[in-house]
């Protein structure tokens, strides 16, 4: 579901649904998992051991976050520490850090990655079945249908950053950084820029892809519009208030087998000079990879690639810690690289 690395680290680490993390290793698959929860996380369609973030400082202090979702389906933010081998994490260092009820098995998020800031941001969808129908995503005093945006390691279990758009106040939740998403199931930084970038999974007819400049507050307080909006239209109705919204850069409907949007990544990389500053992007169940570059408050050069299809569905995409990008399908991981 997942691929990532720690700064300056060659390796690849593979997050499975399963619940163990997996290691590349000079291109070879270690037969050890790095962690394995398979015993305390839950299986569900949209369950599992969702994401993976390694501490700006992991190759002095070694710690860790994962997402996942337990044996009752509720998710679980935990940090983990690495043990004396490098290629073997500390399970009994596990620490869980926030709490979430899950009112439904659908729309658990998962995305954990830590900001240019330095800070943790987490991804929580609304909590599940159709439609929203408990309203958590104009809801303040819910962490579901969040980003959050929290310090791990300036309290216990974490402390609120002074300058999160709610911190302070009692009518809202002060993790919350971002809300009115549906599902952002990946989202991601672009290295370079410290823009935020958010694959927000839509309902019944259209997907979305919603850029936070860091220029612009890099989505501070932003309200995406859900369940308002599915995408730039209207949910439900023919029309609705779109006053105090964040409309996306783009979005895209259901039609020809579309499903559900899988965010990507700004690529970085040095391998492919040509793609620098291209943000990559997948449809789930289409399988196709789209991509374009941020232009202003536009998205220019949107282009298909067909040669990247790798026919089947795709979960996420990946990125080392050289900005290189991989893209995850089924028991699969491809690199992106240079045509022949």
């Not at 850069?249 to 700004?266: E, K, M, P, R």
Request: glycine fraction near 14%; charge should be negative.
């Amino acid at each position: 579901l997942y691929l990532t690395a720690p700064a300056g680290d060659s390796r690849l680490f593979v997050v499975e649904k399963t619940g163990r993390i997996r290691i590349i290793k000079d291109g070879t698959l270690l037969p050890a998992a790095f962690l394995d929860l398979s015993g305390t996380v839950s299986g569900g369609g949209e369950q599992g051991l969702l994401g993976l973030a390694f501490d700006p400082n992991y190759a002095s202090n070694g710690r860790f976050i994962v997402d996942y979702t337990n044996l009752q389906g509720d998710t679980r933010v935990s940090a983990y520490k690495v043990s004396s081998d490098p290629d073997l994490a500390d399970a009994a260092s596990g620490d869980t850090i926030l709490k979430v009820a899950q009112p439904f098995a659908n729309h658990n998020g998962g995305q954990v990655a830590y900001g240019p800031d330095g800070y943790l941001y987490i991804g929580l969808g609304d909590g599940g079945s159709g439609g929203d129908p408990q309203g958590n995503g104009q809801n303040v005093n819910t962490l579901l249908a969040k980003i959050l945006r929290i310090d791990p390691a300036g309290a216990k279990p974490y402390a609120i950053p002074s300058d999160n758009p709610f911190a302070g106040r009692t009518d809202a939740r002060p993790e919350i950084w971002s809300y009115g998403l549906r599902n952002p199931w990946r989202f991601s930084f672009d290295r370079q820029t410290g823009d935020l970038y958010i694959g927000d999974v839509g309902q019944d007819s259209f997907e979305e892809i919603d850029v936070a400049t860091a220029a612009a507050g890099g989505g501070k307080g932003l309200n995406y519009g859900w369940n308002v909006m599915e995408g730039t239209h209207c949910y439900g109705a023919s029309s609705c208030d779109r006053s105090g919204l964040t409309l996306p850069l783009l979005d895209y409907d259901h039609s020809n087998g579309q499903c559900a949007v899988t965010g990507g990544f700004v690529y970085r990389g040095a391998a492919i000079p040509a793609l620098q500053g291209t943000y990559f992007y997948a449809d789930y169940c289409s399988g196709w990879v789209r991509s374009f570059k941020l232009s202003g408050n536009q998205a220019a050069g949107t282009a298909q690639w067909d040669a990247l299809k790798p026919g089947g569905s795709i979960p996420s995409f990946g990125q080392d810690a050289a900005g290189e990008l991989y893209i995850l399908s089924a028991d699969k991981v491809l690199r992106i690289i240079s045509k022949p």
